[in-house]
Every structure is written in C-alpha cells, then in structure tokens.
C-alpha cells in the first residue's frame, strides 16, 4: 500500500523558513521522480519544484527559484523541500506527489501559514 507522509508545515513570520519532508512507503521510492505540489485557498494546484529519483535533476516553479530548494534521500525513502525566504503568498497545502504508469498518488498534505 502506497503511503505519502508529510510534515514539517506550520505558521511562520515573512521572511522564515520552514522544512517539509515526505515520507514514503509500499513503492520503489528510488525508482521514482517525485514532486511537491501547493493549493491555495480558490486556487487550482500548482507544482512547486521536481526531482528526478536519482535525485541529480530538480525543476522549479518561477515563483520560488531561489528560495526553495527540493532534496531526497532514497535511502530514507523520504523527500524534502528546504523553504527560505517565505512570503504570504506561499500559504498553502503542500502536497507530496508521484505517478506511475496512469496512477497519482498524493500525500494527505500539510499547512504552510506565512504571515506576521
């Protein structure tokens, strides 16, 4: 059974940084190219930054080039994104993500509050 775990979310001032991680079972995980995606309230999910399983290859939205950075370690199974610099406009649900063949899997998802 797949399962994606993330945690790390919470209320932090402009400026801060906060850790997300995802943790991952019941699949390949180094096999996988995996994603953190974002909802913000009446918005539609975006994708917030990528990285391919071997983990030498990582994309980013526009929006948080420079400030977010995506890592994994596969020996953990587990994924990462390192925000600095946070703004209000990156309050949202981040989510954990992967496809495999015709099939998505989300994590549960975890709060980020940017705000003073």
């Known amino acids: 059974q797949v399962q994606l775990v993330e945690s790390g979310g919470g209320l932090v001032q402009p400026g801060g940084s906060l850790r997300l991680s995802c943790a991952t079972s019941?699949?390949?995980?180094?096999?996988?190219?995996m994603s953190w995606y974002r909802q913000a309230p009446g918005k539609e999910r975006e994708l917030v930054a990528s990285i391919t399983s071997a983990g030498d290859k990582t994309n980013y939205a526009d929006s948080v080039k420079g400030r977010f950075t995506i890592s994994r370690v596969n020996a953990e199974n587990t994924l990462y994104l390192q925000m600095n610099s946070l703004k209000p406009e990156d309050t949202a649900v981040y989510y954990c993500?992967?496809?495999?063949?015709?099939?998505?899997?989300w994590g549960q998802g975890t709060q980020v509050t940017v705000s003073s």
């Open positions: 993500y992967f496809r495999f063949l015709l099939t998505s899997y």
């Open positions: 019941g699949f390949t995980f180094s096999s996988r190219s």
